[in-house]
C-alpha cells in the first residue's frame, strides 16, 4: 500500500465520519450515504488482509459484530423471510462499525474533538428546526410533540443524541478549558444550556431521566473518588438538595392531580338544560383537575351537539386514533362543564381543534410544559391500576407490550422466536391475551433486552449483555467519561425503548460504540 492511497483513503474516511455525525439528528438519507463512503475508505486503502487480520484479534469488536451474526443464526428458526431480510438490513451498522471502525487509523485529538463539535452543531441545527416548527415560523401541522421533529427521526432518537452532545460537549469544555478563548467557552455553555431547556420544552421525560440518572451516578462516583473532604462535601450537598427539589416537585406535580372538587353527589341533577336524562356515575372514581368524569353525561346531547361543531364524527377516533368520545368527555370535565349541549357549545374553536387532536385536558394544551407531561403519565397509571384500557397512552401501554414480550420469551425460552418471525408471534400473542389494544396499538416490546429475550431466547439475551459489558472491560473504559455517558444513555433507553430495532437507533448504538471504544489517539 502506497503513501498516497492511505492519505486518501485517510481524508475519505474521516469524511464519512463527518456525514455521519452530521446525518444522526438530520437524515436518514446521509446517515446510509456516510456508510458507503466508510466502505469505500476502506476499498481505497487496499489493506484488505491487514485490516482483516487486525479485526480478528480485536475481540471486543468481534463481540459487538456478533450481535449481529446472532441475528444471521436466527434465521435457522425463522419463517418469515422477508422481515428477516429487513431486520438485518436495518441492523448493518451492527456489521460494519466495529470493522470499518474498529480496524482503522485513530483520529487525531483534533480530527476526533471536530468531529464531536460538528455532531454538537447537527444537534443543535435539528433542535432549532423543531423549534421554528413548534412556533410556526415553518408551517407544518403539529397534533402532537412528537410532530416537529420532521427528520423521520423520532423524538425519543432525538433526544438521546441531545443527552450525548450534553456529555461531548461537557467533555470539550472539560478537556480544553485552558485552551479555548472566553467566547468558546461561553457558547459552549449557552449550548449546554439549550440542550437542556430543549429537552424540557419538548417533555422528553426519557432524555431528562437518562440526563438525571447519569449525572446522579457520576456524582456519586466522584464523591467515593475525590479525596478532598471540601469538594466531596460540596458535592453530597448538591445530590441531597438536587435530590429533594426533584422528589418535591414530583410530590407537588402529582398531589395537584389528587385535587378533588366536591360536586353534589347526594342530590344531583336529572336532567340537562334540554330536558334530556343525565348519567350520573359517582361510583367511577376517575378525575380530571379534580371533577368526576363520569357525573351529568348525556352521550345523546353530545353526539348531536359536537357533530354540529366538528368534521371528526363524535364516534370516530381522535388524530391519536383514541376514541374521540372518550377525549372530549375527559376534556369537557377538565374545564369543569358537564357533559352535555351545553358544555360542548362553551368551548372554544380552539378547544374543539384540540379535543379533535387527541387532547384529553385543557391544561395538556401546553406542549412544552413538563410538569403537565408528568401529570399524564400519573393520569395513565391511576387509570391503569383502576383496571382502565392502556390504549394510546404511551407510558401505561408498555405494560402491555412486556407483558406480550415475556409471553413470547416463555413460550420460546431457550432460542426465542428466530429473526424473522417476532412480529407474527406478537400478534399470535395479543390474541391469545385478549389485550385490550386495538390492531393499530399492539406494538413491539419497547423494551431491548425483552426483544432479545423473545427473538433469541436467554441464550439470545446472555450474549447481548455480555457484549455491553465485555468491550468496556476489555479496553479499560469503566473510567472513560464519554464512554460511559454513552453507555449509560444506551443501556437506560434499552429498558423503555426497542433502541436497536430502527435505523437510527441501531446506528447510534453502533457508531459512539465503536467510535468511543476505538477510534481516539489518546486511548483515553
Not at 428458526?77 to 438490513?89: E, G, M, R, V
Not at 364516534?315 to 376534556?331: A, E, N
Not at 374545564?335 to 384540540?354: M, P, T, W
Not at 403519565?377 to 414480550?405: C, D, K, L, T
Request: charged share 15%; net charge positive.
Amino acid at each position: 500500500m502506497n503513501l498516497l492511497s492511505r492519505e486518501k483513503a485517510g481524508a475519505v474516511y474521516y469524511t464519512g465520519l463527518l456525514l455521519l455525525v452530521t446525518g444522526l439528528p438530520l437524515s436518514l438519507f446521509l446517515m446510509s450515504i456516510s456508510q458507503f463512503v466508510l466502505i469505500a475508505a476502506f476499498i481505497i486503502e487496499r489493506n484488505y488482509r491487514q485490516r482483516i487480520r487486525d479485526f480478528l484479534l480485536n475481540l471486543p469488536a468481534l463481540a459487538l459484530t456478533g450481535i449481529y451474526i446472532m441475528h444471521v443464526g436466527g434465521l435457522i428458526f425463522t419463517k418469515n423471510f422477508s422481515w428477516a431480510a429487513h431486520d438485518l438490513k436495518i441492523k448493518l451498522p451492527l456489521l460494519l462499525m466495529p470493522f470499518l471502525i474498529g480496524t482503522a487509523r485513530p483520529l487525531s485529538k483534533k480530527q476526533f474533538e471536530t468531529l464531536l463539535l460538528v455532531f454538537n452543531g447537527a444537534v443543535l441545527a435539528g433542535s432549532l428546526i423543531a423549534m421554528a416548527v413548534l412556533t410556526g415560523i415553518i408551517v407544518r401541522p403539529v397534533n402532537d410533540i412528537r410532530d416537529i421533529f420532521i427528520f423521520h427521526i423520532s423524538h425519543i432518537r432525538f433526544a438521546l443524541l441531545t443527552c450525548l452532545g450534553i456529555f461531548s460537549l461537557s467533555y470539550l469544555l472539560f478537556k480544553n478549558y485552558y485552551e479555548w478563548p472566553w467566547v468558546k467557552k461561553i457558547a459552549a455553555l449557552l449550548l449546554l444550556a439549550w440542550f437542556v431547556i430543549f429537552l424540557i420544552l419538548t417533555e422528553s421525560v426519557t432524555g431528562i431521566t437518562i440526563l438525571i440518572v447519569t449525572a446522579f451516578i457520576l456524582a456519586i462516583y466522584f464523591l467515593f473518588q475525590t479525596k478532598n473532604i471540601p469538594l466531596r462535601a460540596s458535592v453530597a450537598v448538591i445530590i441531597i438538595l438536587v435530590s429533594f427539589s426533584l422528589y418535591r416537585f414530583v410530590q407537588q406535580t402529582y398531589s395537584e392531580l389528587s385535587v378533588v372538587h366536591r360536586e353534589e353527589i347526594a342530590n344531583p341533577e336529572p336532567k340537562t338544560a334540554l330536558g334530556h336524562p343525565y348519567v350520573h356515575n359517582p361510583d367511577e372514581t376517575q378525575r380530571e383537575n379534580g371533577y368526576l368524569i363520569w357525573m351529568y353525561y348525556c352521550d345523546e346531547e353530545l353526539r348531536s351537539q359536537w357533530n354540529k361543531r366538528s368534521v371528526f364524527p363524535y364516534d370516530s377516533l381522535d388524530m391519536r386514533r383514541q376514541g374521540l368520545k372518550y377525549t372530549l368527555i375527559r376534556f369537557l370535565t377538565s374545564k369543569g362543564l358537564r357533559k352535555d349541549a351545553e358544555g360542548v357549545n362553551k368551548l372554544s374553536d380552539d378547544e374543539i381543534h384540540s379535543v379533535e387532536r387527541g387532547i384529553a385536558n385543557v391544561n395538556y394544551q401546553d406542549m412544552t410544559n413538563l410538569k403537565t407531561r408528568l401529570q399524564q403519565i400519573f393520569w395513565e397509571y391511576n387509570n391503569f391500576i383502576r383496571g382502565g384500557n392502556p390504549q394510546g397512552h404511551s407510558v401505561m401501554q408498555r405494560a402491555e407490550f412486556w407483558r406480550a414480550a415475556f409471553g413470547i420469551f416463555k413460550e420460546n425460552f431457550f432460542f426465542g422466536t428466530g429473526t424473522g418471525d417476532i412480529g407474527d408471534a406478537y400478534k399470535i400473542q395479543y390474541d391469545k391475551m385478549n389485550s385490550p389494544l386495538a390492531a393499530a396499538w399492539r406494538l413491539r416490546a419497547h423494551n431491548q433486552y425483552l426483544t432479545f429475550a423473545a427473538t433469541f431466547g436467554i441464550f439470545g439475551l446472555l450474549y447481548f449483555i455480555f457484549t455491553l459489558v465485555y468491550p468496556m472491560r476489555a479496553l479499560n473504559k469503566t473510567r472513560d467519561f464519554l464512554y460511559i455517558t454513552f453507555w449509560l444513555t444506551a443501556v437506560l433507553s434499552m429498558i423503555t425503548e426497542d433502541t436497536l430495532e430502527t435505523q437510527a437507533g441501531v446506528t447510534f448504538f453502533a457508531f459512539f460504540n465503536c467510535l468511543y471504544l476505538f477510534a481516539r489517539e489518546d486511548g483515553e
